[in-house]
C-alpha cells in the first residue's frame, strides 16, 4: 500500500509537546456532578435492561 499521500501530515514532535486534549482545572464539586451523571446513566442503561428482560 502506497502512503505517498500521507505526507501532509507532520510526524515530528512540537515545539510544547503533544497535547490531545486541553487539561482544565475541575472543582470537587464538578466531579460530585459527574458521578451524579454516571450513577443516572448507569441507572437507567441497567435498570432499564433488568426491567425488560
Same mark, same amino acid.
Request: proline residues 4%; negative net charge.
Given at each position: 500500500? +502506497?502512503h +505517498?499521500? @500521507?505526507? @501532509? @501530515?507532520? @510526524?515530528? $514532535? &512540537?515545539? $510544547? *509537546?503533544? =497535547? &490531545?486534549?486541553?487539561? !482544565? $482545572? /475541575?472543582? &470537587?464539586? !464538578? =466531579? *460530585?456532578?459527574? /458521578?451524579? =451523571? #454516571?450513577? =443516572? *446513566?448507569?441507572?437507567? &442503561?441497567?435498570? #432499564?435492561?433488568?426491567?425488560l428482560?
Amino acid at each position: 500500500m +502506497d502512503h +505517498d499521500d @500521507h505526507d @501532509h @501530515h507532520p @510526524h515530528g $514532535e &512540537t515545539a $510544547e *509537546g503533544r =497535547v &490531545t486534549s486541553p487539561m !482544565q $482545572e /475541575f472543582s &470537587t464539586g !464538578q =466531579v *460530585g456532578i459527574g /458521578f451524579a =451523571v #454516571l450513577a =443516572v *446513566g448507569l441507572a437507567v &442503561t441497567f435498570g #432499564l435492561a433488568f426491567v425488560l428482560a
